[in-house]
């Protein structure tokens, strides 16, 4: 049967990550690609903006990221605006977290913590945010706890993540975790997905979507150090990341 992923997100385009050297080729290839969707367009047009990534945000829980990752959870919960734009996802070495409890209880069909022990204080992939909703306005999605909530359009799994440690809000990247990252997405293993983000409308009667109704919500307790509910006491949020003029970049190729 199909995993996870594929059920919740699809590869975007015609070809691996990565490039051949010719990066104005490849960048006008993808300029001239002709784009079947929205949610494909969208993902051409942000899609150069990976390698230019510079700001990082920590989760807890590896299952979580993972879901975030593959389309299982299109929801990220925090306490102050991130803007629009592609961000490192970071997860922390917290074991046991909450939420990474809540991942694996909603998808038990993810690996377990320990097999996914190298995703513990590593940068593990790249999140596209496109937009930010109030709770109301995701329809009943059970990972829709607020109060703001950022809708994860699109996402890169890197190959092999990459070790730093992380930090509280928005946070840059070392210069040096940047550019591995960076080599990871030009060497062609990475593989762009758009998520599904059907699920997250109303239906035509103005009802929540199915998923949402089957699955059972559980508000969260306290945050605890390094969660993404809440920032630290007088705290602010931190800018945009600075973004690239090209980009060598190729969206993966569409599953048959």
């Not at 377990?112 to 940068?123: A, G, I, K, Q």
């Not at 359009?153 to 940047?178: C, K, N, S």
Request: contains cysteine.
């Amino acid at each position: 049967g199909a995993s996870a992923g594929q059920r919740s997100s699809a590869p975007c385009g015609d070809g691996a990550i990565g490039h051949g050297g010719d990066g104005a080729h490849d960048a006008q290839e993808l300029r001239h690609r002709p784009a079947t969707s929205p949610s494909l367009r969208d993902a051409m047009a942000t899609l150069g903006q990976a390698t230019g990534v510079t700001q990082a945000l920590t989760v807890q829980g590896p299952q979580q990221a993972l879901a975030m990752l593959r389309g299982l959870k299109l929801l990220e919960n925090r306490a102050w605006r991130i803007p629009r734009g592609w961000y490192a996802l970071h997860v922390g070495g917290q074991r046991g977290s909450e939420w990474g409890r809540k991942a694996a209880a909603r998808h038990p069909e993810l690996p377990t913590e320990d097999m996914l022990s190298s995703f513990h204080s590593s940068v593990v992939g790249l999140l596209f945010l496109s937009e930010q909703r109030s709770v109301e306005d995701c329809h009943g999605n059970p990972w829709a706890y607020g109060p703001i909530c950022h809708v994860v359009a699109h996402a890169i799994e890197l190959p092999t993540p990459v070790r730093t440690r992380g930090a509280p809000m928005l946070w840059a990247l070392p210069e040096r975790e940047r550019l591995l990252v960076v080599k990871q997405l030009l060497a062609g293993d990475a593989e762009l997905r758009c998520h599904d983000l059907s699920v997250l409308q109303a239906s035509r009667d103005g009802s929540a979507p199915n998923l949402a109704a089957a699955i059972a919500r559980t508000p969260p307790s306290a945050p605890t150090e390094g969660s993404e509910n809440r920032p630290p006491e007088g705290a602010a949020a931190s800018g945009s990341p600075t973004m690239p003029r090209a980009s060598a970049l190729r969206p993966a190729r569409q599953a048959a």
